[in-house]
Each structure stands twice: as C-alpha cells, then as structure tokens.
C-alpha cells in the first residue's frame, strides 16, 4: 500500500511528510487553482520537500479546457 497525499498545500505537505511514511505527493489543477500559485515553482517546491527520491504526479490541464 502506497501512502499518497492528494494536495498541494505545502504547509499541509510539509506536515504530513514529517509525520508519515509517504511515498508521494499528487495533484490536480483543481487543488492546484486553490494555491494562487505558479504551476512549475509550485511542483518544484513540494518536490523539494518530499525529496527527488519519492513519487510527484501532477495533472497539469482539465482535458475539457478551452484555449
């Protein structure tokens, strides 16, 4: 069983990967939107936090948006 945290929250990410085995970090652009943030700074930042060696999946676009 994989232990993944479905946000993109960091201050949520930070606490839960300093108290939880996780293997990950994942995220769609309906969290992401949440954050007010950057796309690119926003995973590079929850990927500084879990670490390079654990797992960041990150949906980058709604399949029914318009451009």
């Known amino acids: 069983m994989l232990l993944v945290i479905d946000s993109a929250n ?3 990410i930070q606490e839960l990967n300093e108290c939880f085995p996780v ?4 995220t769609n652009p309906t969290i ?3 954050e007010k943030k950057p796309l690119l700074p926003l995973l590079k930042e929850i990927q500084s936090i879990i670490g390079k060696e654990r797992m960041l999946f990150g949906e980058p676009l709604h399949l029914n948006q318009r451009f």
């Open 23 to 26: 293997d990950g970090v994942t």
């Open 32 to 34: 992401i939107t949440k």
């Open 10 to 12: 960091i201050e949520s």
